[in-house]
């Protein structure tokens, strides 16, 4: 079936150091694939998503870029800040029908240092 | 605008009883509904997912049941609750563009299950 494989945290960094998260999956079709992110204390929510091959998401500074030959989808940031700390999430919905399910992975809690 | 609520908050309950924890969506119509459980250091694990009144599809063959008496209602149940089943669990909702979905998920602020 399908599913996500994301790196194991945590991971510790120093402020304004570059961030990479991976991820790889696997899925029949074509996936759409996300990053969700949860801060400490709030919900889940939506950071960036990418709907087909070569298509970069971005936001908040962060970039994932659907990799087809790969299988992956790699969270970066170029210059991270306290404020990043978070669980990240990687994730993919199993086609862009409407009865398509959306799959997580186990999460990596990201720690920058001051 | 959309909200999306699930209750109760915290529940404490003893092995072999019943549990039913509830989700309902305002602000939308026809929208995919989901539980997940959020378990320390595992993610998030995909339970049910409803695509309309009545449908549920399962992921993990389990102790638990899901059903979606009305267009914004998802409820999760079990007849008897296991050690197991102690966790953190999670109602979503999927917004919809046309036939497609979008992907995008609105959680809800969660429930927090301890079977003793």
């Known amino acids: 079936g399908d599913s996500v494989t994301q790196m194991e945290g945590p991971v510790t960094l120093s402020e304004e150091a570059f961030l990479t998260i991976n991820c790889t999956y696997t899925?029949?079709?074509?996936?759409?694939l996300f990053w969700y992110v949860q801060y400490p204390g709030e919900g889940l929510q939506l950071l960036l998503k990418?709907?087909?091959?070569?298509d970069k998401g971005s936001n908040k500074g962060f970039e994932a870029t659907y990799r087809k030959e790969t299988t992956s989808f790699h969270l970066e940031k170029g210059s991270v800040q306290v404020s990043d700390s978070a669980v990240y999430f990687c994730?993919?919905?199993?086609?862009?029908?409407?009865?398509?399910?959306?799959?997580f992975g186990s999460g990596t809690r990201l720690s920058i240092r001051p | 605008s959309q909200t999306i609520h699930q209750w109760p908050a915290t529940l404490v309950q003893p092995v072999g009883s019943p549990l039913s924890l509830e989700c309902t969506v305002e602000?939308?119509?026809?929208?995919?509904l989901y539980w997940y459980r959020q378990a320390a250091g595992r993610g998030l694990q995909l339970l049910f997912y409803?695509?309309?009144?009545?449908?549920i599809s399962s992921e993990v063959p389990q102790n638990l049941s899901a059903s979606r008496p009305q267009d914004r209602q998802f409820i999760l149940s079990s007849k008897k609750l296991l050690l197991s089943d102690s966790g953190f669990y999670l109602c979503?909702?999927?917004?919809?563009?046309?036939?497609?979905?979008?992907?995008?998920?609105?959680f809800g602020e969660g429930s927090r299950l301890t079977v003793l």
């Open positions: 979503a909702w999927s917004r919809l563009a046309g036939l497609a979905n979008t992907g995008e998920l609105f």
């Open positions: 899925a029949t079709g074509y996936p759409s």
């Open positions: 990418a709907t087909k091959a070569d």
């Open positions: 994730a993919l919905s199993s086609s862009y029908s409407s009865a398509s399910k959306i799959i």
């Open positions: 602000g939308t119509s026809n929208p995919n």
């Open positions: 409803s695509v309309g009144i009545g449908q």
